[in-house]
């Protein structure tokens, strides 16, 4: 049998982290669109390079959503952030817990709660009743109707 020497290069991977986002909208849900939550990670330098960059849909008409984001290279510098957060021309929406930046460590579970407050957006109507024609003058009042339909 020979005889030799060698060596032999360990390296330490750190578990991976897990980010949690809980999303509640509440108000006039309903009106609203499409939303995005966006998740960024880079792991610290002296544990690796990996980077995490996740976008997740909720959909319109959502009114509670658990959004999981996950394996994330930990430790890491997280950011996340609604980037789209679904208004429209009928509906704003007041968004509380984003965006947020922290360190994801190993093993953590990191969870974030989202508020998203929908307000419907209220408008005018104005409207005009013109009367032509020879007797134009000599009719009596118009009483004009209105109905206004919720869009939910």
């Known amino acids: 049998m020979g005889t030799g020497t060698g060596h032999a290069q360990v390296v330490f991977v750190p578990p991976s982290g897990v980010i949690r986002i809980d999303k509640l909208v509440i108000g006039d ?10 998740v960024r990670c880079q792991q610290l330098p002296n544990f690796g390079d990996a980077t995490f ?3 997740e849909v909720v959909p319109a008409g959502t ?3 658990s959004l999981v ?3 994330i290279s930990a430790p890491a510098d997280c950011t996340a952030s609604e980037v789209d957060d679904g208004g429209n021309a009928i509906a704003s929406v007041q968004v509380t817990g984003l965006p947020t930046s922290f360190r994801l460590n190993p093993n953590e ?3 974030i709660g989202v508020t998203n407050d929908v307000t419907a957006e209220r408008g005018d109507l104005r409207v005009t009743k013109v009367s032509i024609g ?14 206004c339909v919720d869009p939910a």
């Open 134 to 147: 020879e007797a134009a003058d000599t009719r009596s009042d118009v009483l004009i109707e209105v109905g």
């Open 29 to 38: 849900a309903g009106l609203q669109d499409d939303a995005s939550i966006r």
């Open 109 to 111: 579970d990191y969870a």
């Open 63 to 65: 009114s509670v959503i």
């Open 53 to 55: 960059d996740e976008t």
């Open 69 to 71: 984001f996950a394996p």
